[in-house]
């Protein structure tokens, strides 16, 4: 099946997903709309594709059926042997005799027992041969035939395939990985070993296993009460019942209409999705690009595009040094630079080769690590913190027609006459900055270059977006000191490459990601480019998917040069090029004083004291359940299961912060049991002591 389809076969369930419009549906919709959900009705009366599929699977069935009648006869004849093994042998009577240690005693008469038994088969084997010839001579060899076709039936019944079916178990059954595809008690045995449903449990297949891509695509339903999110949480668990590398199997909930909260999609490669060669960006076949629309940015294990929105968000791209961070940036920045109505800001404090091409479209740029850069960095940053503001103050004077709200449109930030342009800002490695303990005074209030700059990104991330200005920062140190809570809290679509541990990794992609199945500490350093994209708002994927693993394009220096002059080239016909590559050097007119006081007074608010380990991730775990009206208790054991925390350190910091322990009830699966944990009531008190839960509450982005 081709890729196409195989994205056709994901949106089915996510745009039929019914919005306002959708309540005043006609009568043949709505029948459309029951058909694809009703049970009732097969699948493959659903869509043309799985009707092509049923009539193959039939074709498929029809050609195995002899292969599989002989099999079936064979395990019957298997089975009907043994039987008569353990009946000859008398092996219930003498096992109970052994038992209850009185073999001895009937050893006589198991004898007697076995003897007659023995007797009784040599009569009935002779009576059948002597029936055999004689209806034989009279009837002539139909009678074989149709003896030995009734025989074989009966075999082929007895030794058919079903739940509970007698017969050994291998202990070495072989490779397990696709026989999943052909038998779905494999997949039924996988759920079990992976502990995603219970021993009594068993699934419901939606869709049979399909050829999709390079792999193999099956749709199941979980038991009631069962989440599709614990499967995607438990991935590794299901890879390893299915004998399969965690990167070969995609698990994901099928939302909308023809999804509920317990149907997992899974799809499982024939070998590693990230072994073959990385592909072009497809940004090379274009001539221009629209900024309003998400760039191009990868493609997903199952070969599916990932596009990035970039307009009215912001990015923050981590990983430890050579994963392919400044890879990913430059592809964001090549869909801004192939739209001659964007700005471009390029800091590059990598101070390679990787950025130089860019300096042929940006408005500004440069490259460097000493102080001089950062202090350019916070130059430029109030520039577009004043720039921003004159932005607010135009839209507000501009008529409801052209402006609807106070947010930027395609169709004003192409206006030359309104000079409101979207405007990009790229920094890399902006630990460096971040870190710069260059004095600064700013409104008699003395701080560091860093963490001024860090203020003016927050306010930028937060304020920004609306007014056009895209923020994407890249980060070697994605560590909570570098890059302060407050503007990670702000930026809404995070791309990890891989980490060092799932700490940096939640650190990149929000709080409790690892929880969820989302760890890119997990990424094997041999996938450079591959990482885990939490985009903001809707992608490709649909809007409903919290984060997806990517492998971005391959966009060497070459491929990047030449977008960077084709992006010259149209900023050059559009009349649009400005700042550093039309020449001018000047530097930026500032308002030090204006600026100051609107970031500090935003700072001000913002500044609030840091929760500390391990209680931020009980916070960030506990969500909306810390809110009065949530649970009441939380045992240990979940919150030290939840936060893969070693449990006596855990229970020691805690006590340190003032949370003790108590003993409650809860209900599982095993009845009521008392066990430890907390009451949520004594976390918030605790919390509210150090006046920090308002400020984890902005905190908690996850
Ligand atoms: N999508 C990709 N496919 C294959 N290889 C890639 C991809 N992206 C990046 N790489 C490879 O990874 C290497 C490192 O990339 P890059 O320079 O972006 O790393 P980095 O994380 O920015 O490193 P540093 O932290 O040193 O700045 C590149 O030389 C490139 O060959």
């Known amino acids: 099946m081709n890729g196409r389809e195989v994205v056709s076969a994901v949106l089915e369930g996510e745009f039929v997903n019914g919005g306002p419009s959708a309540r005043r549906r006609s009568w043949p919709q709505r029948l459309a709309d029951w058909w694809v959900r009703s049970p009732r009705v097969p699948a493959a009366l659903k869509s043309r594709r799985l009707a092509v599929q049923a009539v193959k699977d039939g074709v498929v069935a029809v050609l195995r059926s002899p292969v599989r009648f002989v099999g079936a006869v064979v395990r019957g004849l298997v089975v009907a042997v043994r039987w008569w093994r353990s009946w000859v042998r008398v092996a219930d009577y003498r096992a109970a005799a052994e038992q209850s240690e009185k073999l001895a005693d009937k050893f006589t008469d198991i004898r007697a027992l076995t003897l007659f038994r023995w007797k009784v088969t040599g009569a009935v084997l002779s009576l059948m041969a002597v029936v055999v010839v004689v209806l034989d001579l009279l009837y002539g060899n139909r009678v074989l035939w149709i003896g030995g076709g009734v025989l074989g039936v009966g075999l082929a019944v007895l030794g058919r395939r079903k739940d509970g079916s007698p017969g050994r178990k291998a202990v070495l059954s072989g490779p397990r990985t696709l026989t999943w595809t052909m038998d779905p008690q494999v997949l039924v045995d996988a759920f079990r070993d992976a502990k995603l449903i219970g021993k009594d449990e068993s699934l419901r297949l939606v869709e049979r296993a399909t050829r999709q891509g390079d792999g193999w695509a099956v749709t199941v339903d979980l038991p009631a009460t069962r989440k599709a999110a614990d499967a995607i949480k438990n991935r590794e668990a299901l890879a390893s019942a299915l004998a399969v590398d965690e990167v070969q199997l995609i698990v994901e909930r099928v939302r909308g209409n023809s999804g509920h909260a317990g149907r997992v999609a899974l799809w499982v490669s024939d070998e590693d999705p990230y072994g073959s060669p990385p592909q072009r960006t ?25 596009d990035l929105p970039l307009v009215w968000t912001s990015l923050l791209v981590g990983a430890i040094p050579r994963q ?19 700005r471009l800001y390029v800091a590059d404090f990598k101070a390679g080769k990787d950025w130089h091409a860019a300096a042929r479209v940006a408005h500004r740029f440069m490259t460097g690590d000493e102080s001089e850069h950062v202090l350019a960095l916070v130059d430029w940053l109030v520039e577009l913190v004043s720039e921003v503001q004159a932005r607010y103050r135009r839209m507000q004077e501009l008529d409801d027609l052209v402006c609807p709200e106070s947010k930027i449109t395609p169709a004003m930030s192409r206006d030359l006459s309104l000079d409101i342009p979207i405007t990009a800002i790229f920094v890399d490695e902006v630990q460096i900055p971040l870190e710069d303990r260059t004095p600064l005074e700013v409104q008699d209030k003395k701080l560091t270059a860093g963490e001024y700059a860090g203020e003016l990104l927050t306010w930028l991330a937060r304020k920004g977006p609306a007014a056009g200005i895209v923020l994407v920062l890249a980060t070697q140190r994605p560590d909570s000191k570098t890059i302060p809570s407050n503007l990670r809290a702000v930026l809404g679509s995070r791309f990890a490459l891989r980490v060092m541990d799932w700490r940096d990794s939640n650190i990149v992609l929000g709080e409790q990601m690892n929880t969820r199945g989302y760890d890119s500490s997990r990424l094997l350093a041999t996938h450079k480019g ?74 001000e608010r913002t500044e609030e004291p840091e929760v500390p380990e391990p209680l931020a991730s009980v916070v960030a775990y506990l969500g909306d359940d810390l809110e009065p009206g949530g649970r009441e208790f939380v045992p240990t054991a979940e919150l030290v299961t939840a936060l893969e925390v070693e449990p006596t350190a855990f229970g020691l910091r805690m006590g340190e912060l003032g949370c003790r322990p108590t003993r409650d009830r809860i209900t599982t699966e095993d009845g009521v049991k008392q066990v430890r944990g907390y009451l949520v009531a004594d976390i918030r008190a605790t919390l509210r002591e150090g006046s920090v839960l308002d400020a984890e509450v902005v905190e908690d982005d996850g």
Not at 282 to 306: H, I, K, T
Not at 543 to 560: F, G, H, I, Q, S
Request: with cysteine; glycine share 10%.
């Open 324 to 342: 392919g961070k400044t890879f990913a940036a430059r592809l964001a920045a090549a869909g801004l630079i192939l739209d001659p109505h964007t």
């Open 530 to 603: 591959v990482g885990i994209l939490r985009p903001d708002g809707e992608t490709t994927a649909g809007a409903d998917v919290l984060a997806t693993t990517v492998r971005t394009y391959y966009m060497p220096n070459e491929d990047w040069r030449t977008i960077c002059t084709r992006g010259r080239a149209l900023r050059e016909a559009e009349g649009t090029l400005t700042g550093h590559a039309a020449g001018q050097h000047d530097r930026p007119m500032l308002d030090r004083v204006a600026v100051a006081r609107v970031v500090g007074s935003v700072a």
């Open 282 to 306: 497809p940004l090379l076949d274009v001539e221009r690009w629209d900024a309003w629309r998400p760039v191009p940015f990868g493609r997903d294990a199952r070969q599916r595009r990932v």
